[in-house]
């Protein structure tokens, strides 16, 4: 593995996608790309804001996110409370949510029952099990 060397000045703030419909439900998202709801909105608005009041005018500025719907919406609604014009997002796959393969959109209880066992055995090491068609939380780094 080759080392990322990073210019120490570089500052760098990760935000979570708001509350989509899935989240609402209890439902696992995954790659499932479920909407934003008002919360989810009105929670991207409130982190624009904040951002608003501490990223300097006129400073270099990248706006990265998945390429979920749910993400770029967000970052939509964060670029556009900043007072600077003209910045693109810019999507990185890299940053797409794990698949949680079968059981994208279930709900524990679904995954329960349609899964004897799956839950528990996902618990014994959440970072190493995968999910049936789905990914692991394990961390892959290219070569």
């Keep these: ?15 979570r996608h708001g509350e989509t419909q899935y989240n609402r439900q209890n439902r696992f998202n995954g790659r499932t790309d479920s909407p934003l709801t008002e919360i ?16 300097e005018a006129g400073k270099a500025l990248r706006i990265v996110s998945s390429p979920l719907g749910r993400a770029v919406h967000t970052a939509e609604i964060i670029r556009d ?3 600077l ?23 524990i209880n679904e995954i329960k029952h349609r899964f004897p066992g ?21 961390p892959t780094f290219p070569g």
Aim: proline residues 4%; aromatic residues 10%; without cysteine.
């Design 1 to 15: 593995m080759s080392e990322l060397a990073l210019n120490p000045s570089l500052l760098i703030y990760l935000i």
């Design 40 to 55: 989810g909105v009105s929670e991207a608005h409130r982190q624009g804001r904040v951002l608003s009041d501490v990223i």
């Design 81 to 83: 409370q900043i007072p």
């Design 85 to 107: 014009t003209g910045y693109e997002i810019e999507t990185d796959e890299r940053l797409t949510e794990i698949s949680f393969g079968a059981w994208e959109g279930l709900t």
């Design 118 to 138: 799956e839950w528990e055995k996902r618990h014994q090491n959440m970072w190493t099990y995968v999910v049936p068609g789905g990914e692991s939380y394990e």
